[in-house]
Structures are given as structure tokens and as C-alpha cells.
């Protein structure tokens, strides 16, 4: 693929159900980011990955989100016991390597909504 | 800690008319600037960047901002729009050292009408 892919694209999930979002990065990508955007509001940073070592978490809101890139190249976010102010949607972005001239490329998104 | 303002939420504008889009930022540490475009349903595409250098930076599609250090802005400008500009444009900073974690403001939705 040539992108970065997300998914699913849409997830509807009841109060307190688990769910898991997951993203392919453009392959050979060392960088991995996810990133939650609120409706009407700009993308806010939740965790940073270089190759399998998650290096920052520090954007998580509870410790009901997780996440994990086991092999260093797919990711999945885990949100357990979700909360309706959970609904959002969540990008993943990849880059090649860290480093000034690598732009972040951005998958499509997971809209979730939490009912 | 980086923080971007957008202060307009959405900016109306006739097709072939200019538009400017602010953006100021905060920052204790040397950062790096950007512009994002979002279409309806899609994720963000990088419109253009500032690293160092020539504080004019252009992107292939006509969008231009300009990096002004004293004012702490990197506003977007179009000389004439189209209405395929439609969409909605975030500012975002990052710190120039490590990784590079984006800072986003709100957005700013811009209208171009025919």
C-alpha cells in the first residue's frame, strides 16, 4: 500500500465495551504516532513509537488506553471500558525515521462513536 | 510545552479573492512549523513546512506562509483561491530536538464560494 492504513474506518461501540484500533504504517517506517482528534478540534498527540519501543505515552488520558507495535511495524490502540467521551476520531501517522526532513505521513482516520 | 493559536474558526471567501490564515505559537524552545490540510473524511495531508532558512516557504499548489519570529506567527496566504481549497487547515508546531511530537491548534475551516 502506498499510505498509511487504518482500521476500521467507523466503529460504534456501546458503554464499557473494549475496542481496538488498529493501523498499518507505510512499510519500513521506524516512526509510529497516534493521535486523538475531538469533533471541531485539532489532532491532540497520544503515544510515539520507535519501531517496537513505545518512547512516549505521555498523551494517553487513562490508563484504559493502550497500545502496542509488538514487530515494529503494525499498531493497535486498545481502549478498554470505554466512555462516551472516548467518541473521536483517531489518526495514526508514520514517518521513516525521527529526524527534521521526515514528514509525517497520516492514515484516514478511526471514527469512533461511543453510545 | 508548544501551544498554536488559530484564532479564526472559519474564514468565508469568494473564489479568485486572497486569504490569509493565522497562526501564532508558543514555545520555550526552538521549534519547527507546518501547515496540514483536511479534506471531509480523510486525515491530514502536509501542506508546507518551516525548518530554517528562508523564513518564505511555499508549497506546489500556491499556499505560502511566512515564518515571523519576533511576532511568533507563520500565517498561510493565498494570492486566489480556488473551490478546491475547501477544507479545513491546522497550524502545528514541534520542538527541533528529538522526536517530533506535532502540536495542533483548533483548525480553521475555510469557505470558498463561487
Known amino acids: 500500500g502506498a499510505g498509511v492504513s487504518q482500521s476500521p474506518r467507523y466503529k460504534v461501540a456501546k458503554r464499557g465495551q473494549d475496542v481496538a484500533l488498529r493501523c498499518d504504517p507505510i512499510s519500513g517506517h521506524v516512526s509510529l504516532f497516534w493521535y486523538q482528534q475531538a469533533l471541531g478540534q485539532g489532532p491532540e498527540f497520544l503515544t510515539y513509537?520507535?519501531?517496537?519501543?513505545?518512547?512516549?505515552k505521555s498523551g494517553l488520558p487513562s490508563d484504559r488506553f493502550f497500545a502496542e507495535r509488538p514487530e515494529g511495524s503494525v499498531s493497535t490502540l486498545k481502549i478498554q471500558r470505554t466512555q462516551q467521551e472516548d467518541s473521536a476520531v483517531y489518526l495514526c501517522?508514520?514517518?521513516?525515521?525521527?529526524?527534521?526532513?521526515?514528514?509525517?505521513?497520516f492514515g484516514d482516520g478511526t471514527r469512533l462513536s461511543i453510545l | 510545552a508548544q501551544s498554536v493559536t488559530q484564532l479564526d474558526s472559519q474564514v468565508p471567501v469568494f473564489e479568485e479573492a486572497p486569504v490569509e490564515l493565522r497562526c501564532n505559537y508558543s514555545s520555550s524552545v526552538s521549534v519547527y512549523l507546518f501547515w496540514y490540510v483536511q479534506y471531509p473524511n480523510q486525515g491530514l495531508q502536509l501542506l508546507l513546512k518551516y525548518l530554517s532558512g528562508s523564513t518564505l516557504v511555499e508549497s506546489i499548489n500556491g499556499f505560502e506562509a511566512e515564518f515571523n519570529k519576533s511576532q511568533t506567527s507563520f500565517h498561510l496566504r493565498k494570492p486566489s483561491v480556488h473551490i478546491s481549497d475547501t477544507a479545513e487547515y491546522f497550524c502545528a508546531v514541534s520542538r527541533n530536538t528529538g522526536f517530533q511530537k506535532l502540536v495542533f491548534g483548533t483548525g480553521t475551516r475555510l469557505l470558498v464560494s463561487p
Open positions: 501517522a508514520s514517518s521513516l525515521r525521527q529526524g527534521r526532513d521526515q514528514p509525517q505521513h
Open positions: 513509537f520507535q519501531n517496537e519501543a513505545q518512547l512516549d
